[in-house]
Nanobody
Framework: QVQLIESGGGVVQAGVSLGLSCAAA????????VGWFGQAPCKEREVVAA????????INEDSVKGRFTICRDNAKNMVYLQMNSLKPEDTAVYYC??????????????????WGQGTQVSVSS
């Protein structure tokens, strides 16, 4: 069974950068699309960014365009989310998830079958 493990969260001030990592164990994500989702308190889980298996296709939520970058290293079975110029509204638990659409990606959480436990990112003003 695939296990996804996020790391890199923390408490930071607005304007700084933070990098999140998603490692896969018990199976590969190198053959699948992967998404990063954020869930703020009392809000639904929403896609932040997603990347197809080949990295030929990406999704970036409008509010993070130009600030967040998703990338992957299939040889290491890792997916990353680089977050720059963080804002208080970026505060959320961030989850990585494996797409059930094989190499494709989607904005819909229903399209993802394996999820990590999440890592908290808190941005203060």
């Amino acid at each position: 069974q695939v296990q996804l493990i996020e790391s890199g969260g923390g408490v930071v001030q607005a304007g700084v950068s933070l990098g999140l990592s998603c490692a896969a164990a018990g199976g590969a994500v190198s053959t699948s699309g992967v998404g990063w989702f954020g869930q703020a308190p009392c809000k639904e889980r929403e896609v932040v960014a997603a990347i197809s298996r080949s990295a030929g296709s990406t999704i970036n939520e409008d509010s993070v365009k130009g600030r967040f970058t998703i990338c992957r290293d299939n040889a290491k079975n890792m997916v990353y989310l680089q977050m720059n110029s963080l804002k208080p509204e970026d505060t959320a638990v961030y989850y990585c998830a494996r797409s059930a659409l094989y190499s494709g990606i989607s904005r819909n959480p229903i399209s993802y079958d394996y999820w990590g436990q999440g890592t908290q990112v808190s941005v203060s003003s």
